[in-house]
């Protein structure tokens, strides 16, 4: 029987738990997804065997790409920095997803290490670490001294651009920023949503898609008190929403 609610699948990350290797995802995300009407499931680095892949995918009706501790592996963007928190089974299974959510307009959010993922697979670069640039003044890297909670606080605008999706929300808004890397160059057919005061893109879309949409800050830790982060899960499930009213049968015939 099909699920009354849309499936929303969260990509997995590789972590240590009690010393052994373990698939996660931090439980915020799979809130967000449930307090805003989805239903989450998660997906492991298996997913992106290519022999079930299309399979699993046609029972899915949007994607969310979470935020890490690990980064993008360099080689991913054509840098040669060696990275000390890489997760090359994610990497693999997260552009596999934007492949297919590219391919057959199934909405995508995109958080923090998500969005540099969006970024770097339409094509664009990162930088690995934004602080030696000298391009950017803002405070976008969480005080690790303080407790979590205090480290998700607000702490610089982000101003909207223009035309694009996020414009229906508004102008600027104040957000929570935690994070080292950052977008340098933009992938091809991304448009800037948002930036810091500072010129930092926080926020990007994929044009003529219905929703592909990837932010730098965290909008999963105040899903249900902070207005833009209401906006933008909601906006995400209304159009996994649209994807569920269409059967299932209908979208795997297109892979």
């Known amino acids: 029987m099909k699920p009354t609610r849309p499936i929303i699948a969260i990509v997995c990350c590789h972590k240590l738990v ?3 290797p373990t698939q996660a995802v931090y439980q915020k995300y799979i809130d967000a997804v449930q307090y805003h009407g989805g239903n989450a499931i998660l997906l492991p680095y298996t997913a ?3 022999s079930n ?5 046609s029972l899915v009706d949007g994607v969310l790409l979470t935020g890490s501790y690990s980064n993008v592996a360099p080689a991913r963007y054509g840098a040669t920095h060696i990275e000390d928190k890489p997760d090359l089974n994610r990497d693999t299974l997260s552009f596999q997803l934007l492949d297919y959510a590219k391919m057959h307009d199934v909405p995508l959010f995109a958080v923090c290490r998500g969005l540099q993922e969006m970024n770097v697979y339409f094509g664009g670069t990162l930088h690995p670490d934004w602080r030696p640039t000298g391009l950017f003044y ?9 407790p979590i909670e205090e480290q998700y606080q607000t702490i610089h605008d982000v101003l909207i651009e223009e035309g694009g999706y996020l414009a229906s929300f508004g102008q600027k808004w104040h957000v929570n920023s935690l994070h080292k890397q950052a977008i340098d160059r933009l992938g091809d057919s991304l448009q800037i949503e948002a930036r810091a ?6 926020a990007i879309s994929l044009s003529q898609h219905p929703f592909m ?3 730098q800050w965290h909008p999963e830790v105040s899903y249900d008190n902070d207005e833009l982060s209401k906006f933008l899960f909601r906006e995400f499930i209304n159009h996994a929403r649209k994807r569920h009213h269409t059967p299932y049968q209908a979208q795997a015939s297109q892979t």
């Open 138 to 146: 803002e405070q976008h890297l969480e005080d690790s001294s303080r």
């Open 213 to 215: 949409i990837g932010v």
């Open 48 to 50: 992106a065997d290519d």
């Open 197 to 202: 005061p500072d010129g930092l893109v926080e």
């Open 53 to 57: 892949f299309s399979a699993l995918m």
């Open 18 to 20: 009690d010393g052994q």
